[in-house]
T-cell receptor
Framework: ETGVTQTPRHLVMGMTNKKSLKCEQHLGHNAMYWYKQSAKKPLELMFVYSLEERVENNSVPSRFSPECPNSSHLFLHLHTLQPEDSALYLC??????????????FGSGTRLTVV | GEDVEQSLFLSVREGDSSVINCTYTDSSSTYLYWYKQEPGAGLQLLTYIFSNMDMKQDQRLTVLLNKKDKHLSLRIADTQTGDSAIYFCAERENDMRFGAGTRLTVKP
């Protein structure tokens, strides 16, 4: 366990389903991130939250909807996904949004398969 | 945009040293990181180096930084089969920027 917990670990969903990914950290970190990791592609930063406010949305389709109700929890709500959205979704947190001395702590990821 | 580049694959024999190389373009990067990702897992921070250092050693890991050439390397001494994983180089001034990852395969 790294201190960042993601659930579920695996998710299979149909294109018409609605599901949510959950990320939780109790490290006292103020910044949280969603990344998408697809086969043979670099890590793609999707969303960044700092002190529960979204500070970055990297041109992510609206079928992905993030939510950060408090500094310890981050959700990614999914609806009407496409097969190309199948990937490993990684959550990370860091002490602060800025400040290069702080690395990111990653969760183990949710392996999403869209059928 | 600024890039972090790594070769995609490296294969070594068990017991040999592995050297994974990385180049970056942002000269303002303050910290540089190496992360390890094992199959089915997230990224695990292995080590980091501050930009005013040129070397850092931590047990079997040695990080070398050539700031002039913007070149970072990770050397793993006495590589074991358990070291097989994907290794990501990353730089951070504010946002963290990752390379595409180098898949290290260790053959018995």
């Amino acid at each position: 366990e790294t201190g960042v917990t993601q659930t579920p670990r695996h998710l299979v969903m149909g294109m018409t389903n609605k599901k949510s990914l959950k990320c939780e950290q109790h490290l006292g970190h103020n910044a949280m991130y969603w990344y998408k990791q697809s086969a043979k592609k670099p890590l793609e930063l999707m969303f960044v939250y700092s002190l529960e406010e979204r500070v970055e949305n990297n041109s992510v389709p609206s079928r992905f909807s993030p939510e950060c109700p408090n500094s310890s929890h981050l959700f990614l709500h999914l609806h009407t996904l496409q097969p190309e959205d199948s990937a490993l979704y990684l959550c990370a947190s860091s002490h602060s949004l800025q400040g290069a001395g702080w690395g990111y702590t990653f969760g183990s990821g949710t392996r999403l398969t869209v059928v | 945009g600024e890039d972090v580049e790594q070769s995609l694959f490296l294969s070594v024999r068990e017991g040999d040293s592995s050297v994974i190389n990385c180049t970056y373009t942002d000269s303002s990067s303050t910290y540089l990181y190496w992360y390890k990702q094992e199959p089915g897992a997230g990224l695990q921070l292995l080590t980091y180096i501050f930009s005013n250092m040129d070397m850092k050693q931590d047990q079997r890991l040695t990080v070398l930084l050539n700031k002039k050439d913007k070149h970072l390397s990770l050397r793993i001494a006495d590589t074991q089969t358990g070291d097989s994983a994907i290794y990501f180089c990353a730089e951070r001034e504010n946002d963290m920027r990752f390379g595409a990852g180098t898949r290290l395969t260790v053959k018995p």
